[in-house]
């Protein structure tokens, strides 16, 4: 059983780059979230897919930030026109429905020159 | 709105002492409760959980009781090891079909031998 995947761990850009991570959620799931969390904060939630439909998006999803799901499976989240600001971990986390419990992956840094 | 406040760390103790970390909620319904933790270099596990007043949630020697009078969810462990140490996360959600897990901002704790 292999758990919530995320890829890259890290990445390293400049400002006004474009960035994109990668979530492999595991296989009997079909709830999939990302969160961002800043350094000494607590994870904010920025979006929710149930199977391929965008259900909720938080007003801390910017323009410059679109997320994927095209086949109810893997999730892409991506940033256009990088800002310092968004120097964050982003954290991915699937569940099943009404279960209450998220299983987290191990986050992608990012980190904005 | 919702939120979860959580002692501020960092919290060292020596091994085998007791620990509390204090958490505590508001909330516009009637929230399940949650205590996540995070080793150095992984993702958020589910450490224990409450879905209703005067719930105990335990895992691992640590307890959690669900005080709806006090709007509390105390993390509770009788004798921390080494191994313990990590970022502890209170967390809460509303609705057994809700998908927003919105978090405090974490406590470090560090178990010197």
């Known amino acids: 059983d292999t758990g919530v995947s995320q890829n890259p761990r890290h990445k390293i850009t400049k400002r006004g780059q474009n960035v994109t991570f990668r979530c492999d959620p595991i296989s009997e799931h079909n709830r999939l979230y990302w969160y961002r969390q800043t350094l000494g904060q607590g994870p904010e939630f920025l979006t929710y897919?149930?199977?391929?439909?965008?259900?909720?998006k938080s007003r801390l999803l910017s323009d410059r930030f679109s997320a994927e799901r095209p086949k109810g499976s893997f999730s892409t989240l991506e940033i256009q026109r990088t800002e310092q600001g968004d120097s964050a971990m982003y954290l991915c986390?699937?569940?099943?429905?009404?279960?209450?419990?998220?299983?987290f992956g191990e986050g992608s840094r990012l980190t904005v020159l | 709105g919702n939120s979860v406040t959580q002692m501020e760390g960092p919290v060292t103790l020596s091994e085998e002492a007791f620990l509390t970390i204090n958490c505590t909620y508001t909330a516009t319904g009637y929230p399940s409760l949650f205590w996540y933790v995070q080793y150095p270099g992984e993702g958020l596990q589910l450490l224990l959980k409450a879905t209703k007043a005067d719930d105990k949630g335990s895992n691992k020697g640590f307890e959690a009781t669900y005080r709806k009078e006090t709007t509390s969810f105390h993390l509770e462990k009788g004798s921390v090891q080494v191994s313990d140490s990590a970022v502890y996360f209170c967390a809460l959600i509303i609705g057994a079909g809700s998908y927003q897990l919105t978090f405090g901002k974490g406590t470090k704790l560090s178990v010197i031998p």
């Open positions: 897919f149930q199977n391929e439909a965008q259900l909720e």
């Open positions: 986390a699937s569940s099943k429905p009404l279960a209450g419990e998220l299983f």
